[in-house]
C-alpha cells in the first residue's frame, strides 16, 4: 500500500509540476486544502434570499468569538433554494487548529442553546458534522443548522461540491494535496 501511495503523490507533484504555479501559490494552495476549517450551513423557512443571508451570518457569527478559532475567514456563500420554502445558505467560519470532529464539538458548545448530534463522517475522509433541528418547524426562521469541520472547507454549497468532486482533475488534485 504505501509503494502506491508514493505512486500517487509523485503522480500529483508531476500534474502539479506541468501547471504554471510557482512555489509560494503551491504552499498556498496546499495550506487551502488542508487547513481544517469550520463553516456552518443553515436553513431557513418564510424569509427571502437577503434575510436568509443576513440570518445564516448572525447565527455564523456567534462563533466569532469561538475561542478555538485560528484564523477567522467569515465567508458567506449565495442562498440557495434547496426545496418548497427553504432557503440554504453557508459560512465559512474559519480555520482551527483542532482535528475535525474536536472542531465540531467545540463548536457546538458555543450555541448551547441547541441540542446537536454527535459529530458524523461524511463523504470525504476527516470531514465530521453534526446538526440542530427545530422541533416544531416554525413558520419563519431556522429549521436545520449545521455545524461542519474538514480539510480544506469552503463556502461552497453541497451541489457545487459535489460538480467539482466529479471533475476528475479536482477530485485528484484534492486527493494529493491532502496526502500527507
Known amino acids: 500500500m504505501p509503494e502506491k501511495v508514493d505512486d500517487y503523490i509523485r503522480a500529483g507533484q508531476e500534474w502539479l509540476s506541468r501547471l504554471d504555479i510557482d512555489a509560494d501559490q503551491l504552499a498556498l494552495l496546499r495550506k487551502s486544502m488542508t487547513d481544517v476549517r469550520v463553516g456552518v450551513i443553515v436553513d431557513v423557512v418564510g424569509m427571502g434570499e437577503i434575510s436568509a443571508y443576513g440570518f445564516a451570518k448572525a447565527e455564523a457569527g456567534r462563533l466569532w468569538a469561538w475561542t478555538e478559532l485560528a484564523d477567522a475567514r467569515f465567508e458567506a456563500g449565495e442562498p440557495e433554494q434547496v426545496e418548497e ?9 474559519g480555520v482551527t487548529e483542532l482535528n475535525p470532529a474536536d472542531a465540531v464539538r467545540s463548536a457546538c458548545a458555543v450555541f448551547a442553546d441547541r441540542k446537536w448530534s454527535e459529530p458524523d463522517a461524511r463523504t470525504i475522509a476527516d470531514h465530521q458534522f453534526s446538526y440542530w433541528v427545530a422541533a416544531v418547524q416554525p413558520s419563519r426562521g431556522p429549521v436545520r443548522i449545521e455545524v461542519h469541520a474538514a480539510p480544506g472547507l469552503s463556502p461552497i454549497t453541497e451541489r457545487e461540491r459535489q460538480e467539482l468532486l466529479d471533475d476528475p482533475d479536482f477530485a485528484y488534485l484534492h ?5 500527507p
Open 85 to 93: 420554502g427553504v432557503i440554504r445558505v453557508g459560512v465559512l467560519v
Open 175 to 179: 486527493d494529493v494535496l491532502r496526502m
